[in-house]
């Protein structure tokens, strides 16, 4: 799913692509895309796009006469720039978005298809997709922990609430947590004011790092290859390969239909945390620790 760092340099790409410029029309290529009836779609046509902005993972299209499109792309949409009149893919189009010259082409490589598009009249109706999170790039510590610790969360759940925490989800949470050397499982209300401190710095610092690095990557173009797994990430996506910080193999948590990625050196002091399918399944064979773990892999070891 784009999180912070990808839906700032996809604003960033449309405020040089789009913004300032009349919204031909909007082609729908899913029933499924469109989930509101009032104003009409039609009622967007022919309006200049004034503005983008973010909320949470939010895009927010802001047009003439006061009124909004909300985009949410979920995990598996994506924003590309195309010529005018692109043809929209039949298997994954969603939506084109047409300019005098250019096209946004909205497209989801999944078949669950759950982005979604309203179009609202009003900032009060805009505010009513706000998750409500704190947009932690623009507040300080004592907010970033009077808000986590409203409940009592593990600190993975609590930096991916939206509720609580604006633009963070399952990737950058996995690499913010990594810097900080916390363990995914650890709970909001057992941090000391020097965690605290490690954890407001290393959110900053991991989300700083990767709008930056995104930018750069960019450059004038336009965003195309948005993704979850980035090249460079310490821990995120990289199930069984060495930890940047210390050579140990990356270990995982399999949970609903994600996959959380840590470091046991680096967050969890050489223990391993139970994957709830594996852990059924193995019982009391499942191993604790990391050397539990390299001795059931040794060589001749009997079933």
């Known amino acids: 799913m784009p999180e912070l760092p990808d839906i700032v340099v996809y604003l960033e790409a449309l405020e040089r692509f789009a913004v ?13 895309l469109l ?37 949410h792309l979920m995990i598996a949409g994506r924003l590309r ?9 039949r298997k994954n189009g969603l939506a084109g978005f047409d300019f005098p010259d ?9 078949s669950k298809k759950r982005a979604s598009l309203f179009v ?4 009060d109706a805009v505010a009513e997709h706000d998750p409500g999170g704190l947009e932690v790039l623009e507040n ?4 970033f922990r009077t808000v986590l610790t409203r409940k009592n969360h593990t ?43 490690r954890l407001f710095t290393a959110t900053r610092e991991v989300l700083n790092e990767w709008i930056d690095r995104t930018r750069r990557e960019v450059g004038d173009r336009f965003p195309d290859k948005v993704t979850a797994f980035r090249k460079g990430m310490a821990v995120h996506g990289r199930f069984g390969k060495p930890c940047p910080v210390c050579d140990t193999a990356v270990q995982r948590v399999i949970y609903a239909e994600n996959e959380a990625n840590y470091c046991p050196t680096c967050q969890t002091a050489g223990r391993l945390l139970a994957d709830r399918a594996l852990s059924r399944l193995m019982k009391q064979d499942w191993p604790k620790t990391l050397e539990e773990l390299e001795a059931k892999k040794a060589p001749g070891r009997s079933a």
């Open 35 to 71: 989930r509101s009836y009032d104003p009409p779609i039609s009622d967007i046509h022919g309006r200049r796009l004034t503005g983008v902005r973010r909320l949470g993972k939010r895009i927010v299209f802001e047009l003439e006469d006061d009124l909004f499109m909300v985009l």
């Open 140 to 143: 300080d510590l004592d907010a």
């Open 120 to 123: 609202v009249r009003g900032a």
């Open 81 to 89: 720039w195309r010529p005018v009149g692109f043809k929209l893919p």
């Open 102 to 110: 250019g096209t946004l082409a909205l497209t989801e490589a999944s």
């Open 20 to 32: 300032g410029k009349t919204l031909e029309r909007v082609r729908l290529a899913s029933p499924f």
């Open 155 to 197: 600190l993975k759940r609590a930096l991916t609430d939206p509720r609580l925490l604006s633009g963070i989800g399952n990737a950058y949470s996995d690499e913010i947590l990594h810097c900080a050397g916390m363990s995914l499982f650890k709970r909001t209300a057992q941090l000391n004011d020097d965690e605290w401190q």
